[in-house]
């Protein structure tokens, strides 16, 4: 269970009550608001608040680039502009805050991003939940062959099993012993600053975050592809499906020159100018490494 | 006149449509938004957006402290705690977008503070309009004799006229020379991106400028402190009495806490102390410089 | 042991080698360069590289305010200054870089300064050590009664040894089966991605972090603090012994105006105001809450 | 004349007097400090320090990625690949202090990137130097007639003569008046926060500017760019010759993978696959809309 009772009832409470605004709203983000979309086994990402739309990212352009922009361009095609051409500021135009309940080890990953506000839950001051994330079988992959970090096929049998009952025995284990060293019964017990660090990494935490749209694409770029370990890949993944109702025209903009777009390094155009002219070009007349070369041909489906 | 007619149409337009949302609203705020402050000659301030209330700030603290904090503290105390102790990060979570308009030299002040989102008018992209901060007589200031920083008795008479004089003509000689160096009307007309360097410092430009509470607290700090310069310090004063209206409790607590309040040195402190105890303390005895003794002796009024 | 013989001799080789440099060089920071200065049972904390040293700091106040200064105070004098006046951008002008080993639980303390720069190492691309934070008996601390975030007295005699033992055994029975979860004999061999969610919050890291003297100062105002914990604290002050002899003048201002100095509120400055007058001040006529008269009056040390 | 003869001398003592250190030294810009690189017609960069050289960025990626890294690639491949994969902590691990004098209208749009350390020269303290920016005949440029934002033909005759005339009299009155404004002589003389307003924006200023290697990057690839205004582009330029002794390893992977490459968006990549494949393309069939395709034709060179 993602949700506990209690704050099931305070997301019951704030979706009933609407309140007028004159602030601009996002009709699609306001159905998403409070609700909390599940991720991984105990996981969830819940929107909190936002401020703005697509059309707020119009507007901020235009207090930069004047009146001129308003006949030239409808509102989308002013946003693949602005994206196509690297304009950072328009986007920072817009705010989204997050609760997210997610394991350590992905909080780890994703406070590298500094351009956001965070409040996590202290278990300096308060106790942490016994929720563990327990990878689900076919999320169990062993190490890959070809990369030093990624995974290969995912294991089977015996070792699957063995792995999984290590995970979830040394996670109870771990959290009997951190209630003991607690405990005031008949004892002093520990501070609660010292009794956490026996808790493994896969222990549940939660935060509030919050993001300006140019860093979220950033992060989002990141963590939603393909070679972002998958669990934080999931979190981001659905982020993503709420970003595309709340901002649809950037969202739009963000996929085809973000997400599914490629960088060609000098080396790269100039092989793809020369073998567009029908020149043959190979590895050695290319200027690239082997390594180079073998990303530049997987990515030109060559 | 600081708003065009344009403008307050679609202020007004804007203010006839509210909304309905899910979303936390700060009825205090509400009646500020889109509505234009001025503030100098023709300079304003008006609130575009707004993100979170006094409640996000006590409800990201206790995503942070947990459940304890619920029954200890009412919502303001929390906040003064918050506020007394340093803790940031739960005012990070509300958000406050402003427009507005104001001279370069201001702006050039202002954008020093980097912790913020901005977005202003391009002079490489449009054409500025012929604004000019010029000084009321009352804010004609002659340098300040005791600080190398500051302003001293109003100018009077002829010299106040001359400067007066001196300003209207410059600034109305540059702009001139500015259209006829843009001007097609016979000539190829210098680009805009050229053009703009005749203009002086005291032109208007304008941007959107969006800030977390806590970062915002710490402009107000600095910028409706006594010693900055006039000409910014009625752009946080306008700016703190919306944020009294948005957040008030945290208003409160920043006010008692920062605005009013003061730092002790370590050698301030003992002073203090000794003269608490009943014991008589020099500038000698202190070990304070004659320069930091000074600025102690007047803050506590001695 | 905190340092590996390989480490070790990459300390020494580099320690042997001066280079001449045109550059600010800081003799007292020179004779820390390399060295790991022990922290808790297997951390340490080294001095990689430095950029500037007192003089810089002035050097860039004299480009800010002039060559009047140059006449009016002395370097130390000046510095005083900048730090009373909150001056914060010449002490910007000041970067340091470290090397540091610590215990997760730490290193997501101090993960959360944003505002340096930070590469650690990765346990999805390479395999962590058996090394685990184990208190030293006299940090053993119960949960403080007074506190919600603190320690109280040391735990004694048989809960003391449970403690320990409960910490040692889980640690290592963890590392075990880490080991156990990526061995490639006779099986696949789990992803180290996910193998790491088995470690507990008390293992080793280690990372690069870089950070110029401003936001240094800040964390190690928050951080050298009696309020902070003991584990962090440590690595805090064997900065501040660095600091010392890297920047004496700024290190002495900011132990005056930061680390022995204390913020008055508007009220607490206006109680002492009226007690220095000789009026008598109680908690009712400050305007000051319980708690807040409680911190007053233990500073002023009433 | 770029430099005083104060500061020449001073450079001089500075360059005749080298120390030793035990600290990373990159020999390629050991040259370059202090020296002053002329730009535009009064304006400077000099390195006033660094820290870091290609060996610290290798370094800083193998305390991530452990010691793995080491045996499989020299330190040029590993920061070639670091390059291509967007991994920017180890760039940070190197920064850079320059000395820059510039017009007031490029520091303003300089000032945009806001991850930099800046302590500016202050007019609200002193008084700035009687030098502006004017512009060389052949850069002289109309307004561009197919971009809003940027430079057309070369202004002719009479009407660059005029344009010159404008500048240069309308600089100097505007700077007689501030002289006028600020003498003391028989008057009291206008603060030197107010009278600095009447200054245009040609008027050249200065400041210290500290950056970390990876946001350098980000500001040489946006200001030394084709589309970047010629005058902050020539000081972007005489950076890139500084960086590119500094780290030539990283600045050789920042000329490939950034400078000269390209992005392709989702709709251009598969236009490239499809046109490797044999296949026409057209806009239609490109889905591209016709601003997209003429800058995608462009580029591919068809």
Redesign the interface.
């Known amino acids: 269970m993602s949700i506990t009772p209690e704050q099931q009832s305070e997301i019951d409470a704030?979706?009933a009550?609407?309140?007028?605004?004159?602030?601009?709203?996002a009709p699609g983000m306001?159905q998403h608001?409070?609700k909390a979309v599940p991720v991984l086994d105990h996981g969830f990402v819940r929107v909190?608040?936002?401020?703005?739309d697509d059309a707020?990212i119009v507007?901020?352009?235009r207090?930069?680039?004047?009146?001129?922009t308003k006949k030239a361009r409808d509102d989308a095609?002013l946003i693949?502009?602005l994206m196509?051409h690297?304009h950072s500021?328009?986007f920072?135009?817009c705010?989204l805050?997050l609760?997210v309940k997610l394991?350590?080890?992905v909080a780890?990953q994703w406070?590298?991003h500094?351009?956001a506000?965070?409040?996590?839950?202290?278990a300096?001051?308060?106790?942490l939940d016994r929720e563990f994330?327990i990878?689900a079988p076919e999320?169990?992959?062993?190490?890959?062959t070809v990369n030093?970090?990624?995974?290969?096929?995912v294991?089977?049998g015996a070792?699957a099993a063995?792995?999984l009952e290590?995970?979830k025995s040394?996670?109870n284990?771990?959290y009997d012993?951190y209630e003991?060293?607690?405990s005031?019964d008949g004892?002093?017990?520990?501070?609660?600053?010292?009794a956490?660090?026996?808790?493994?990494?896969?222990i549940y935490t939660?935060?509030?975050w919050?993001v300006?749209l140019h860093n979220l694409f950033h992060f989002l770029r990141?963590r939603a592809d393909a070679h972002a370990?998958y669990e934080i890949r999931v979190y981001a993944e659905a982020i993503c499906a709420m970003v595309a109702d709340w901002v649809p025209a950037a969202y739009a903009a963000f996929?085809?020159?973000r997400?599914?777009?490629?960088?060609?390094?000098?080396?790269?155009?100039d092989a793809?100018?020369r073998?567009?002219?029908g020149e043959e070009v190979t590895q050695e007349s290319s200027g690239m490494?082997k390594?180079?070369w073998r990303?530049f041909a997987a990515?030109?489906?060559?």
Chains 1, 2, 3, 4 share one sequence.
């Not at 909190?48 to 703005?52: Q, T």
């Not at 956490?196 to 896969?202: G, S, V």
């Open positions: 704030a979706r009550a609407p309140s007028r605004t004159l602030r601009a709203t306001e608001l409070y909190v608040d936002y401020m703005g707020a507007q901020a352009a207090v930069s680039y004047g009146q001129g095609g693949r502009y196509r690297w500021t328009p920072e135009m705010e805050k609760h394991p350590v080890f780890r406070i590298r500094r351009t506000n965070v409040n996590e839950y202290s300096r001051y308060s106790i994330y990878p999320q169990l992959a062993a190490q890959s030093n970090q990624g995974r290969g096929a294991l089977e070792e063995q792995v290590m995970l040394d996670a284990r771990s012993h003991a060293m607690l005031q004892q002093q017990g520990l501070a609660r600053e010292l956490r660090m026996n808790l493994p990494a896969n939660q935060w509030y919050k300006d990141l370990q996929e085809d020159y997400l599914e777009a490629a960088q060609l390094s000098g080396r790269g155009l793809v100018r073998m567009l002219r490494s390594g180079e990303e990515l030109m489906q060559l």
